[in-house]
């Protein structure tokens, strides 16, 4: 499976302790590169190419600005007001388009959300990937509901999801080119 498609970006994401408002194992740097990781791997399932693309920066952003672990409605809010203008110059560099900040930062505000998003949402498609990539990783804490995955092609990925966490879930530092590397051999 060709996770690069449709860019080759992976260099370009080097995620640090200080970009997160709240660094933590739970909702950080290794929770983070497997939510894009999923984003990755599930677009391109779907053939969703440029939302893809969109949701790999909403994944890179979307827990930045948490202030505890806890259950928060607020936090994808917040990172698309605070982190989402930071990082903005990066996401143009990959090309992101200035016209397709309102989709990111409105699938980034959502995901948080216990709602969904209304089906006659232009940015629909972009929110239900961000929010099934991440739903992926709850697998961490034990709590993933496959009834309220929103792709049914989601539900296939549960056990590479699974297999990709107990790979990451402790141990060295990994770039994001590691995490999109195991989860290409988990795959095979």
Known sequence: MDMYKPLNLAT???LKDEYFDYPSHLHGIGHTYRVMTHSLILGNILKLERETKLVLCC??????????????FQHGAWASEHK?????????????????SE????????????????????YRKTVALLKDADALDRIRLG????????FAETGGLVDYAEKLYYETYRGKQMTFSDYLSLASDLLR
């Not at 890179?60 to 259950?71: Q, V, Y």
């Not at 989709?103 to 232009?122: M, Y």
């Not at 709590?143 to 929103?150: A, I, P, W």
Request: glycine share 4%; hydrophobic share 40%; charged share 30%.
């Open 12 to 14: 370009q994401f080097t």
């Open 59 to 72: 994944a890179f952003i979307h827990d930045m600005a948490r202030k505890h672990d806890g259950k928060c």
């Open 84 to 100: 989402f203008p930071k990082f903005l110059p990066l996401f143009k560099s990959l090309g992101i388009a200035e016209s397709d």
């Open 103 to 122: 989709e990111i930062k409105t699938a980034v505000t959502w995901h948080s959300l216990s709602a969904e998003i209304e089906a006659k949402n232009p």
């Open 143 to 150: 709590d993933l509901n496959k009834e309220r995955l929103r």
